[in-house]
């Protein structure tokens, strides 16, 4: 089975500062997507980045990137010059890459604060 | 806005009784999964439908059944319900296999 892992359970970070969160994950797969996904005090999951396994180069979307190690199973997220409304639950998720829809994995997250 | 909906956003029911929650997905939105969230912790897999058929479960007591719809809505049904039921329910729907779910706000459930 999937596993993933968020060890920082919350983080901080100065407004304009960046800050990187934490995910590894295990799994006995060569192909599959790892996410990140926001949720702020509205509840409403909100998909930040994806990045697909076969993929060498890691995603960037804006402010955020990734740093994806396979090898390691390691999958961070760098957020620059961070903003107020950064400030949410940060959660890492992982699934397969399967010819019928799969499973999302998620991690417990990380509760980021954005200080002014 | 993730064109996602979930009704009720609220919901208190007592333990025993039947529950049913509704998401409303993205015309060709034909994967539709959902999760429980416990206060905390990270969404839990309760169960997958791709055209109106279940093809995924996670760890989930039969109590927990669905339904998915030809108008890409959907239906959670939680049947004798448990003080342990209470969380938050997340519906996620998605167009194909290599994009990310988009989620909905999610239906707050107390069982009191």
């Known amino acids: 089975a999937q596993t993933v892992t968020q060890s920082q359970p919350e983080m901080s970070v100065q407004e304009a500062e960046t800050v990187t969160l934490s995910c590894t994950y295990d799994t006995s797969e060569s192909d599959y997507y790892l996410f990140w996904y926001k949720q702020p005090p509205s509840r409403q999951m909100i998909l930040v980045i994806r990045q697909e396994a076969y993929k060498q180069q890691n995603a960037t979307e804006n402010r955020f990137s990734v740093n994806f190690q396979k090898a390691a199973k390691s999958f961070s997220l760098k957020i620059s010059d961070s903003q107020l409304g950064d400030a949410a639950m940060y959660f890492c998720a992982y699934r397969r890459r399967e010819t019928s829809g799969s499973r999302l994995t998620f991690g417990e997250g990380t509760q980021l604060t954005v200080n002014p | 806005e993730t064109g996602v909906t979930q009704s009720p956003t609220h919901l208190i029911k007592t333990r025993g009784q039947q529950v049913t929650l509704r998401c409303s997905s993205q015309s060709g939105h034909n994967t539709v999964s959902w999760y429980q969230q416990a206060l905390g912790q990270g969404p839990q897999f309760i169960f997958q439908?791709?055209?109106?058929?279940?093809?995924g479960r996670g760890n989930f007591p039969p109590r927990f059944s669905g339904l998915q719809f030809p108008n890409y809505s959907s239906e959670l049904n939680v049947n004798a319900l448990e003080l342990d039921d209470s969380a938050l329910y997340l519906c996620?729907?998605?167009?194909?296999?290599?994009?990310?779910?988009?989620f909905g706000q999610g239906t707050r459930l107390t069982v009191v």
């Open positions: 996620a729907s998605r167009m194909d296999r290599t994009r990310g779910a988009f």
């Open positions: 439908y791709y055209r109106e058929e279940e093809n």
